[in-house]
């Protein structure tokens, strides 16, 4: 079993900056991959990003890519969303999102466990 907490969301102006964090009970963390996801009112979830569970390898919605940057410290037990040139459009509930040892990077259903969300809103 895998518990999840978000933290770092909050209101912030367009071209600004933000970084979710990812806290992970449990003693398995490294063994695995994470993901970052985001539903905005109204809209589905969608993916945002993932990193595999040796942190060899992160992915990107063409959305965030070039702004966004996923990390993960394996001794910490947590994973980052660094968020900068923030857009109105990416205002959202984030969540993270751990797959044991997966692959399935960009499909929500393929995650074990999921945090509760942290709220992200950008103003114009």
């Known amino acids: 079993q895998v518990q999840l907490v978000e933290s770092g969301g909050g209101l912030v102006q367009a071209g600004g900056s933000l970084r979710l964090s990812c806290a992970a009970s449990g003693r398995t963390f490294s063994s695995y991959s994470m993901g970052w996801f985001r539903q905005a009112p109204g809209k589905e979830r969608e993916f945002v990003a993932a990193i595999r569970w040796s942190g060899s390898s992160t992915y990107y919605a063409d959305s965030v890519k070039g702004r966004f940057t996923i990390s993960r410290d394996n001794a910490k037990n947590t994973a980052y969303l660094q968020m900068n040139s923030l857009k109105p459009e990416d205002t959202a509930v984030y969540y993270c999102?751990?797959?044991?040892?997966?692959?399935?990077?960009?499909?929500?259903?393929?995650?074990?466990?999921w945090g509760q969300g942290t709220q992200v809103t950008v103003s114009s």
């Open positions: 999102a751990a797959q044991f040892a997966g692959t399935y990077y960009y499909t929500g259903y393929k995650y074990d466990y």
